[in-house]
């Protein structure tokens, strides 16, 4: 093999890490982020698409209200995004008094 193929080599490896690697990389450290950071009164989805709320958890369970009075228990890392509680904006009433 010459230099111009062992530079070729490295550039398709270098490609494959930017494009598939490091991508998925990131993906991963934000899925952490978002399971250490559910707490009791959560509004979560799960990866199987239930929504519920969390009612309690432990190191690696959590328990998931998904209707009044039944509670599931669920993996921590099934979780696969929280609902952010929407605060309606005040009206423009409310801030003239």
Known sequence: MDISGLLFLGLIVVV???TMMRPQQKRIKQ??????SVAPGDDIITVGGLHGVVKELNDDVLWVEIAPGTTVKFSRLSVSRKIESEVPPASEEDAAS
């Open 16 to 18: 494959f890490y930017l």
């Open 31 to 36: 899925h952490q982020k978002l399971v250490a």
